[in-house]
């Protein structure tokens, strides 16, 4: 909007008189966040059009002085209702984008009464000295977009934190996809921050469990929870299914690219993943570009629902083409999740079909993510490769691959009454490779 534009200014302080009626009247709504986040005057897309300098209310005038002016204006109309005007901090902060456009020297001339937000740990929180300096107050938030040991620091004794990213990530398609996980596990963590945990590193001869184990033991919790499928047929049987006349690779080098990027970490043998027992064993089945479908796995029997332990590769080379399958313009065009990449057949004896579309990020995932990316939105748990070669987040940013991960994954059968004579694996032949590496039937009640 142009902060300039008397109509566009109207109808946003007709909104905010709106949420105030609201929220109970301006008594019971002692402050008011405006945003105010990355002011940019561009779209907010690809395109590097200059909304100010094509504006006839805004063109010539400094970026920084409209910023400053909608600011003055704004705090006015709050300090009029009696009410403490909060906004986000990142304008004021040279290490975020406060340099761009000078807006990080408004902090002097600004009313001090406003409560600044920085969301960022890294880019914001540095600042901060700064603008207390300058008499404002300052209400940390960051949005848990970093598990880092630069943020840990920040955020260590502080509890509150996250709101931001719960309401606008939740609803960002792209975002979303990829972090709706990461920011309900950094909830988790940020109240160990607060109140327990401060190692980056695991002592487990000390019993002390470092940032790498409480992500994961969070990470599965909150997976389990929410992907816990509830449904009337369901029976606590369950039933291990050979794959290996299916099979058509070992699972030593699988995926052709070195033993940082195959199974062999995961010992063949029965292993129960929440409650579930998988049979892990020396073949799995991939699909890679010579062999696009594995057809018939053998079944002949009914289920309440099929559990897949399955991953995926996305070799590095090809990771910015298989973005590009979803690139859309704007801010949230880096996140690949949720493009499908294969899918299972289930087909019946009496000829019908259903399909599970495996979709990448949200019923797989990649087979080393970086820590904070590890937890799908519908895996049932994740199971990482016990062993000790791995860089996991320890060296303070977590970006960095961890152990190999196989993704338990539960399908709930909608036809429980009908025979499943087989599965075919299918991919769709996109840059990312699916292996699978067991399945268990689960019986009908
Ligand atoms: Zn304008």
Redesign the pocket.
């Known amino acids: 909007m142009?902060?300039?534009?008397p109509e566009a200014l109207l109808a946003v302080s007709n909104i905010f008189t709106e949420v105030i009626e609201l929220f109970g009247g301006k008594e019971k709504c002692p402050y008011f966040h405006i945003g105010g986040d990355e002011v940019r005057w561009t779209l907010f897309d690809n395109s590097h059009k200059k909304?100010?300098d094509e504006?006839?209310?805004?063109k010539g005038i400094p970026y920084n002085k409209l910023l400053l002016d909608y600011i003055n204006l704004r705090h006015e109309f709050f300090k009029a209702r009696g009410i403490r005007m909060m906004m986000w901090a990142d304008m004021f902060s040279d290490l975020h984008n406060g340099s761009k456009f000078r807006t990080t020297e408004l902090v002097r001339t600004m009313p001090k009464d406003i409560i600044l937000v920085p969301w960022s740990g890294e880019h914001d929180y540095p600042a901060i000295p700064g603008w207390l300096q300058e008499g404002f107050s300052v209400l940390k938030s960051s949005t848990g977009y970093q598990h880092n040991g630069i943020c840990d620091q920040q955020m260590f004794g502080y509890m509150l934190n996250d709101f931001t990213t719960s309401v606008w990530l939740s609803f960002t398609y792209g975002r979303a996809s990829s972090h709706n996980y990461y920011f309900n596990t950094s909830i988790l963590r940020y109240g160990d921050l607060a109140w327990n945990n401060e190692s980056a590193v695991s002592n487990r001869e000390e019993g002390e469990l470092g940032r790498t184990d409480y992500l994961f033991r969070y990470g599965n919790a909150l997976c389990y929870y929410y992907n816990q499928e509830r449904f009337p047929k369901q029976s606590s049987k369950t039933k291990i299914l050979d794959i290996t006349k299916a099979a058509n690779s070992l699972r030593k080098d699988c995926f052709n690219a070195g033993w940082e990027y195959d199974l062999s970490a995961f010992h063949p043998g029965i292993t129960d993943i929440a409650g579930i027992e998988m049979q892990v064993t020396d073949q799995c089945i991939v699909l890679d570009e010579k062999r696009l479908r594995v057809s018939d796995i053998n079944l002949s029997c009914r289920a309440s629902s099929v559990i897949f332990l399955h991953t995926a590769y996305l070799p590095e080379k090809k990771e910015e083409a298989f973005r590009n399958r979803i690139r859309t313009n704007g801010n949230f065009s880096e996140m690949p999740h949720f493009n499908p990449v294969a899918c299972y057949f289930v087909k019946y004896s009496d000829g019908s079909q259903e399909n599970i579309i495996m979709r990448y990020g949200l019923n797989v995932g990649a087979i080393r993510p970086p820590l904070h990316l590890r937890f799908p939105y519908h895996i049932r748990h994740v199971l990482r490769a016990q062993t000790g070669n791995w860089p996991e987040a320890q060296d303070g940013r977590d970006v960095t691959p961890g152990a190999p991960a196989l993704y338990q994954y539960e399908w709930v059968n909608p036809h429980p009454e009908k025979l499943i004579a087989s599965i075919d694996f299918v991919s769709l032949g996109t840059e990312v490779i699916p292996a699978l590496a067991a399945i268990t039937i689960r019986d009908v009640q």
């Open positions: 142009c902060t300039r534009n909304l100010r504006c006839p209310y805004c």
